[in-house]
């Protein structure tokens, strides 16, 4: 019960916030462009601003243990489905497939995975070490990808095109402010400096904005409504252009049903990625093959576990890209990760180190 009660309490505030969003976004309070003022207040201010506080005062040399190999294994094979899957089943881009990537292996670290590590292990010195590991390796790669697949050119020429995107690539640390903020704060940390209080102070009160916002924006979208078919031809249809709506009316239904029927596939297998098989695989390399003591074994699962974390709905949003696949896959995932969470404490046992 004490289990259980300490992942209702980590996943309250979650809810809850969502669930203001949405209802802000019902009643017009912050009007129509408050969804993509607010995703862009996240991605280029508030996040960097944590991301930077984060990485500059912690230690890189905590990467370097056997349960980081395990959650790392379990996290780049089912971020490598995700992408493949998005491509393979669904058709998807690059960016698409990126954020299907991220959706299916991505984890919600910071405000969810905190409060479950403090209550179910005792620490959160694990979800730390998987912060880093998130924002330092996998979200470049995320980024490039998002970078390489929405820029101008991107692989459609010989020469010139390619051309295009190494420099893209290239400049990209220097036009993310993800990847700037986490390159500063790998610089900081580096060299042992110490921020100025003032400063410092600073950019915890704006990175503490971060993760609130981000939920409040996810909240918004879920008033989204999909686009009126507007893809008739008055010209052509001009002679029956009541025969001819009724038949383009009819054949807008069969898109729009097809449409959601595949993006509810596509969320399905991103969250059955993420909520079952990324565990499974962080616990059969923790477990049968690096022998990982008890302790260490659930706190790589339990952390593969966790759901998607709500990055993967603003990095869609901040690239112009489709956010339902990503919307709909972080609240399903935080939905049925309740159960995961809790079978997963429950099998390998909950007592301290």
């Not at 095109?161 to 704060?185: E, H, K």
């Not at 098989?277 to 966790?306: D, K, N, R, T, Y």
């Amino acid at each position: 019960m004490t289990g259980m009660h300490a992942l209702l309490s980590a996943f309250a505030p979650i809810w809850m916030l969502t669930a203001i969003g949405y209802a802000v976004g019902r009643s017009g309070l912050l009007g129509e462009r408050a969804e993509a003022v607010l995703g862009r207040f996240v991605f280029h201010v508030a996040m960097p601003a944590a991301l930077f506080t984060m990485v500059s005062g912690a230690r890189l040399s905590t990467f370097a243990n056997s349960s980081m190999v395990a959650f790392a294994a379990g996290t780049a094979l089912v971020c490598g489905l995700g992408f493949l899957a998005a491509g393979r089943l669904f058709g998807r881009g690059t960016a698409d497939r990126a954020i299907g990537s991220m959706a299916s292996g991505y984890v919600n670290s910071a405000n969810l995975g905190i409060p479950v590590a403090v209550q179910v292990l005792g620490d959160a010195s694990f979800v730390a070490q998987i912060i880093l590991f998130q924002v330092l390796l996998v979200s470049p790669v995320i980024l490039t990808l998002l970078d390489t697949g929405t820029g101008a050119g991107a692989g459609t020429k010989p020469g010139p095109g390619r051309a295009v995107v190494f420099r893209r690539m290239l400049t990209m640390p220097v036009r993310n402010p993800i990847i700037m903020a986490s390159m500063l704060g790998v610089a900081v940390s580096a060299l042992g400096l110490r921020l100025p209080h003032a400063l410092a102070h600073s950019c915890d009160l704006l990175g503490a904005a971060a993760v609130p916002t981000a939920l409040i924006t996810l909240g918004l979208s879920l008033n989204a409504r999909p686009a009126a078919d507007d893809s008739t031809e008055p010209a052509r249809n001009a002679a029956h252009p009541v025969r001819v709506a009724g038949a383009e009316s009819a054949e807008g239904r069969a898109r729009t049903k097809s449409t959601a029927r595949t993006a509810r596939a596509e969320v399905g297998v991103a969250v059955a990625l993420k909520a079952l098989v990324q565990p499974l695989i962080a616990f059969a390399v923790g477990g049968p093959l690096l022998h990982l003591p008890e302790h260490q074994l659930l706190a790589v699962v339990l952390c593969s576990a966790l759901p998607t974390a709500q990055n993967a709905f603003i990095y869609a949003q901040q690239y112009g890209l489709d956010t339902r696949v990503a919307r709909n896959a972080v609240v399903t995932s935080t939905v049925v990760s309740m159960a995961t969470l809790s079978l997963a404490t429950w099998a390998l046992g909950t007592t301290g180190p």
